[in-house]
């Protein structure tokens, strides 16, 4: 008597394998990275530098000139951007707060010391910044017309295409600026497309968890078979 064996795994089979294996990679990758934005920026949306102190014995801080593209297309998938500066500080005019168009910001600070942030990150925060020389004296920015957002402690300003740079000063204008600044970025749909990737990716994972499990091979029991006799 011999025993023969079922196959243990269909064409079919491999097949639903394979394809569960493809489903789960996609669903961590795809809760991982919900997990993460939903860290990172929270349920209203924002990633928060905290507060730090900036200071500077030239007449301003300046950042480098960002260049701002295809802010609609943002606005469509995420709702409008929008940066917000907090800021304590400055001598006894009180703190100056601002965004204006590059070209103009340079222009109002032709010849005046300033201190100028090459490289800005948010988390963590960190701020590089190289000194530039000058004996002009600034005018008060408040008299400046060309601010797209400006304040003294609190500064919303919402992101449109165009070069800009932001700016804190003395509110009088004068060198020697102290300040305790924090810098938050906004996008105010992101928390709905990180909770949807999160529970879509955990939603895959289980799903491909039941298909690799209710695919696996049964084990069977070998039967057993009866040889054919010979023929005489």
């Known amino acids: 008597m011999t025993y023969t064996y079922p196959p243990r795994r269909s064409p079919a089979r491999i ?3 394979v394809i569960s294996v493809v489903v789960l990679v ?9 997990g993460v934005l939903l860290l990172i920026f929270g349920s209203g949306g924002s990633l928060k530098s905290g507060e730090h102190d900036v200071t500077t014995p030239t007449a301003a801080i300046v950042t480098d000139t960002a260049q701002i593209t295809d802010t609609g297309r943002v606005t469509r998938a995420l709702g409008e951007p929008s940066v917000t500066v907090h800021a304590t500080g ?4 009180g703190l100056f707060i601002a965004i204006g168009p590059a070209a103009d910001v340079d222009r109002y600070l ?11 990150d948010l988390d963590p925060f960190a701020l590089d910044a190289v000194r530039r020389d000058g004996t002009a004296l600034a005018a008060p920015p ?7 957002a400006s304040g003294a402690t609190d500064v919303t300003w919402q992101i449109t295409d165009g070069d800009y740079r932001a700016v804190v000063m003395n509110a009088d204008g004068t060198p020697g600026v102290n300040s305790r600044l924090g810098v ?5 749909g992101l928390f709905g497309y990180a909770l949807g990737f999160f529970i879509g990716g955990l939603v895959l994972v289980v799903a491909a968890i039941v298909a690799l499990v209710m695919g696996r091979p049964r ?6 078979t009866t040889p054919t006799p010979p023929l005489y």
């Open 110 to 120: 032709t010849g005046v010391a300033i201190e100028q942030a090459r490289n800005f």
């Open 219 to 224: 084990s069977r029991a070998p039967q057993p």
């Open 184 to 188: 938050d970025l906004n996008l105010p």
């Open 26 to 34: 996609i669903g961590v990758c795809l809760a991982i990275g919900g």
């Open 142 to 148: 408040a008299t400046q017309p060309f601010w797209v």
């Open 15 to 17: 097949a639903v394998i």
């Open 90 to 93: 400055g001598n006894a005019s």
